[in-house]
């Protein structure tokens, strides 16, 4: 007979166990740019205390992470509290988890009287990089904020105007008010230029693009944001007020690259559930032909209206899933293998 586990023998327990460990390399991850665990692991470790909660409801609190998102502000830069709370995404790690979510999509649409055959869905890559909310007002650029914990992140206005791409002022007939979120990010190419001069300066090398974009757009120094060439995509509005009257998702990328802001050129429609599988596999092959690092694909229903009814938890939407690829296996070639001898031969 195996021997139970500390969570099999006290859930309660491991749920606690579980929350300090996720915040540990949350705050790692998120406020220091540096974490200790490959992504897989830890959503491994968070999906464990999500199926524990799941399995003991009366255990779930408000403050657990599956409750909340990311991180939260630091004392490095003043705090914005967002108007519009930037949520965060429910994850799927297999084809299978998405056909789930679809099929529980399907449900919902069917209890609200509409038909889930005719639902479009919107495909995005989910580019690995830093989220971030900017805020125009009279078509100025006057605010830029991190996610932080979904309600309040650090003020980033200073550096995020040094990304090129990103409009300081808007076109004539802006919205009153636009908050503009989107993924701050480093190409491969600059990262790469970026380790190659690091190498010729006899300085340590960064570890990855992500990571380094968020440790580049979080400096005190705006010139040194500046010097790392990111970049910036735009996928979703915040406050908004005189803006336009869309009806559908895929409507608000058009209007963004209609206002001047990048604007991914993967995106698309997906006409049902039955497209789906066959996307994901796509970018899971050719996720490297591009030159920027994406980790998944987001899906969301197309119509704003069902996106309304359908609405969120306490920390996701209901009408939105992203399938984050499987960990990559990577192969090493062995060059050589010294062999020494000690005086004891051994």
């Known amino acids: 007979m195996s021997k139970l586990s500390d969570g099999e023998l006290n859930p309660a327990g491991r749920i606690d166990e579980l929350r300090e460990i996720i915040r ?5 991850y998120y406020e220091q740019d540096s974490p200790e665990i490959p992504d897989a692991d830890f959503d491994a470790i968070f999906r464990e205390l999500a199926e524990l ?3 003991h409801p009366d255990l779930i609190t408000p403050d657990s992470p599956t409750q909340s998102v990311g991180g939260s502000a630091t004392i490095t830069f003043s705090s914005v509290e967002h108007r519009v709370p930037m949520m965060s995404l429910d994850n799927a790690f297999t084809p299978d988890e998405v056909t789930a979510w679809g099929g529980r999509l399907q449900r919902r649409i069917d209890e609200l009287g509409a038909s889930a055959e005719s639902v479009g869905l919107v495909a995005e890559l989910k580019i690995d990089g830093l989220a971030v909310s900017i805020r125009y007002e009279n078509g100025v650029l006057v605010q830029a904020a991190t996610r932080g914990d979904g309600r309040v992140g650090e003020d980033v206005t200073a550096n995020v105007k040094t990304i090129t791409g990103i409009p300081h002022r808007l076109p004539k007939g802006s919205p009153e008010v636009l908050e503009v979120r989107g993924e701050v990010y480093m190409s491969i190419s600059a990262f790469e230029e970026l380790n190659a001069a690091q190498i010729e300066a006899g300085e340590k090398t960064y570890v990855n693009p992500r990571n380094t974009a968020a440790g580049s757009l979080r400096q005190k120094d705006a010139a040194v944001t500046a010097s790392r060439n990111l970049s910036f995509w735009s996928y979703q509005l915040g406050e908004v007020v005189g803006g336009p009257e869309l009806t559908e998702h895929h409507q608000i990328f058009e209007f ?7 604007v991914n050129p993967e995106v698309v429609v997906l006409h049902g559930l039955n497209d789906v599988d066959a996307h994901l596999m796509h970018w899971q092959k050719h996720r490297h032909d591009l030159d920027y690092e994406i980790d998944g694909v987001v899906l969301k229903v197309d119509a704003l209206s069902l996106q309304r009814e359908l609405g969120f938890t306490s920390r996701a939407p209901r009408w939105a899933i992203a399938y984050k690829f499987p960990p990559e296996e990577r192969t090493t070639k ?10 004891t031969g051994r």
């Open 256 to 262: 963004l690259g209609g206002m001047g802001f990048p």
């Open 53 to 55: 909660e799941d399995q």
């Open 24 to 28: 540990h390399h949350s705050r790692l």
């Open 334 to 343: 062995l060059i050589d293998i010294q062999v020494s001898i000690g005086r």
